[in-house]
């Protein structure tokens, strides 16, 4: 499990890993006090991150060509990222039945995440994704959705300011803007009880886009969460050649010169983000953005640029898809950066 965990985590005899204290993650370092909340606080916090997308979102870890390893938190630190996101597919791991347990074997490993990432001061943000069943037929798997939330919470309620939950990622289909406002508040009111401060991740519905942030309603009482959106436009040059887009095979060859044209457009789609979260006094965090390894590398690097410092602009944190899958900064093979794409999101 790493470097000096005896001052992070206690095990316990049953074989699981409870966190007790961790430090100088848990002496405050910076991170606001409950019913102190100020949202540039938290997005100084989270700065730039990175997903270690493609293990844990499998259905089985390494299904996808990812398996994660100790020496990765290393590298992401010492490259100047601040957070991790992790995709994690919970429901993969979960009974179908009351109370839906979670495997203890993969909670586990989900522990070792969490430790690593305090070794290395990272924060990290605990993503449900791909419950597909969830998002299709969101009344006949609430229940489940919410007692994996439930187990979730409890298990990491000792856990630092540091370690962040997000609700859901990317809701969609049957999930629309009504039934998942809905949604959000019941899994809210699962996690506060053991969780009364931990801040959470929450986006709008249409995968998160920009575009349906005006239909998203928080709770005006829960000051601690952290509001996310994704961006992937235009998505005929970052998802150009991806196999699960119909027509992405059409859009190969497409470039991202980084005109004004180019430019303002995003700018224009961060400042209606901005001024949606400012009005209602939420911090804002880009939780995806990335191009896939089809376009070629000079555009990438002017898009991942051009997006990174744009958000930075606007005050948002940042997290870029992903650290060593298809759209990765990292090259898993090699053991080394993609140097035009670190360049781009930390420019030295």
């Given at each position: ?48 991150g990175i997903n270690l997308a493609g293990a844990l979102e499998a259905p089985r870890e390494g299904e996808w060509g990812v398996t994660l390893r100790d020496d990765y938190f290393a590298t992401i630190h010492r490259a100047g990222f601040a957070t991790v996101r992790v995709p994690i597919r919970w429901s993969a791991h979960a009974s179908t ?85 809905l949604m959000l508040v019941r899994a809210l009111a699962v996690i506060r009880p053991s969780n009364p401060s931990r801040l959470i991740v929450v986006g709008p519905d249409r995968w998160n886009k920009i575009q349906a942030l005006p239909w998203l309603v928080l709770p005006a009482a829960d000051s601690h969460l952290v509001v996310t959106v ?119």
């Amino acid at each position: 499990m790493g470097k000096a965990l005896g001052t992070g985590l206690v095990a316990l005899a049953s074989g699981s890993i409870l966190l007790l204290s961790f430090g100088h993650l848990t002496s405050g370092a910076g991170w606001p006090r409950r019913n102190a909340v100020d949202p540039q606080v938290i997005v100084r916090q989270l700065g730039r991150g990175i997903n270690l997308a493609g293990a844990l979102e499998a259905p089985r870890e390494g299904e996808w060509g990812v398996t994660l390893r100790d020496d990765y938190f290393a590298t992401i630190h010492r490259a100047g990222f601040a957070t991790v996101r992790v995709p994690i597919r919970w429901s993969a791991h979960a009974s179908t039945r009351a109370p839906y347990t979670i495997d203890p074997a993969f909670l586990r490993r989900i522990d070792w995440v969490v430790a690593e990432a305090a070794i290395y001061h990272l924060n990290v943000i605990l993503d449900f994704q791909n419950y597909n069943e969830f998002s299709s037929v969101p009344e006949q798997n609430e229940e489940r959705f919410l007692g994996i939330w439930r187990q979730i919470a409890e298990h990491y309620q000792g856990a630092p300011k540091s370690v962040l939950f997000e609700l859901f990622n990317e809701p969609h289909d049957r999930l629309d803007a009504s039934t998942w406002n809905l949604m959000l508040v019941r899994a809210l009111a699962v996690i506060r009880p053991s969780n009364p401060s931990r801040l959470i991740v929450v986006g709008p519905d249409r995968w998160n886009k920009i575009q349906a942030l005006p239909w998203l309603v928080l709770p005006a009482a829960d000051s601690h969460l952290v509001v996310t959106v994704h961006y992937y436009d235009p998505m005929t040059f970052t998802h150009q050649g991806a196999p699960w887009e119909n027509t992405s095979q059409t859009w190969l060859g497409t470039t991202w010169r980084g005109s004004p044209a180019e430019a303002h457009a995003i700018d224009h789609d961060f400042t209606e983000a901005v001024a949606w979260a400012k009005a209602r006094n939420r911090p804002l965090l880009l939780g995806e953005f990335g191009t896939y390894e089809k376009a070629d590398m000079a555009s990438r690097q002017r898009w991942s640029n051009c997006v990174a410092r744009t958000a930075e602009a606007h005050g948002m944190a940042w997290a870029y898809w992903e650290f060593c899958g298809n759209f990765g900064a990292y090259d898993p093979v090699r053991d080394q950066w993609r140097a035009p794409l670190l360049q781009a999101l930390i420019p030295r």
